[in-house]
């Protein structure tokens, strides 16, 4: 049975389509006939075809830098050490980590700053608010701990410095074994340290 | 982009930023609108995907990119500022970059001219087709029509375009 032969617009629309890959097969039938000898369709088809690249080949441009994140971690990476990501912004985040050398070294550094405050000496407070006694270890006493990390920012602060201005000679740092200590940590009292203190404030 | 995963924030800025940025400046010709508009979607997408149901997340960010942008014409109709000519904008407003200046070639300014001359719909089909590179299917959803409907202006568009360029095609 003869098909019917598509108006002036239809057969536009279905060499339209074609060219997107979006026509039923019976639709590519039709447009493989009219394509077959058809001068005119054929210029049609290909005048189209010519536009639809010119649109195509329009120039990508870029997004002003200050639009958009800068594509690494952030805050994140302290909610990482601090396991406070749930599972699957954790993989995402590791995944990152892995792949990236400049959030591998921001965690690195964090993850260093975080242990020396740690390891600070806790400060017990009086009822009248001065600080008489220095305590052996923060984690006994949750209030305890919350004064000594006013005072670890500081500290954190001045070790970062540190970091940057000592650079060089600090220990090899891999994200199993970071992955490791925080198992570990995460089982232990808050604030247990698992590495040799030495290594947890070697500064350089 | 499957259908089971929310993106993050970032996620989302790091992968359709260039896109969103491409799709408004091809609609408006002008710099300025395209950031604001990149700027505006992704402070929606921020606020919307703590509610974003797993499902087609494109149609999703797309049906978002075009409500703010139709959000930003509506706004300035009530507030009109200074209207700048239809067709190229290259040499108003902030200093082009490298892009930019590339782009000022002869045969994109002509494309990008003739665009802003289509009728907004068959304007937003063919960006959305030829320029952003969603299916018919993904343009239905995102500007909620049927897929019959974009078929047809997505080459109604073509049509005038060709007829409208001034070079021969």
Known sequence: ?204 | MTNDFTPTWEDVAQRYGRKIYNFAYRLTGNPDDAADLVQEVLLRVRKGLDSYQPGSFEGWLWRITRNAFLDGIRRKQRRPESALPEGDHHSLGSSPSPDEVLASVRLSDDVQSSLLKLSYDYREAVVLCDVVGLTYDEIAEATDVPVGTVRSRIHRGRKQLRELLTWPV
Do not use: K, W
């Open chain 1, 1 to 204: 049975m003869a098909r019917l032969v598509p108006d002036s617009d239809a057969r536009g629309e279905l060499f339209s389509a074609y060219l997107d890959g979006q026509l039923t097969p019976e639709e590519l039938e039709i447009v493989s006939e009219l394509l077959d000898g058809d001068i005119q369709a054929i210029e049609e088809f290909r005048s189209l075809q010519r536009t639809r690249v010119s649109l195509r080949l329009l120039p990508e441009f870029e997004v002003p830098a200050n639009l958009l994140p800068d594509g690494h971690l952030g805050d994140r990476l302290s909610a990482y050490l601090d396991g406070e990501l749930v599972t699957m912004e954790h993989r995402r985040v590791t995944r990152h980590v892995v792949d990236c050398s400049d959030c591998r070294i921001e965690l690195q550094e964090l993850d260093r700053a975080r242990i020396a405050i740690r390891s600070l000496p806790g400060v017990e407070t009086t009822m009248t608010g001065e600080i008489p006694v220095v305590a052996q270890r923060p984690q006994q006493n949750h209030r305890g701990r919350l004064v000594a990390g006013g005072i670890g920012v500081a500290a954190a602060a001045a070790f970062m410095v540190g970091l940057v201005v000592g650079g060089g000679d600090q220990p090899a740092f891999s994200l199993d074994d970071l992955s490791t200590r925080h198992v570990a940590r995460a089982s232990a009292e808050p604030g247990f340290s698992v590495l040799p203190v030495s290594m947890e404030v070697a500064l350089p």
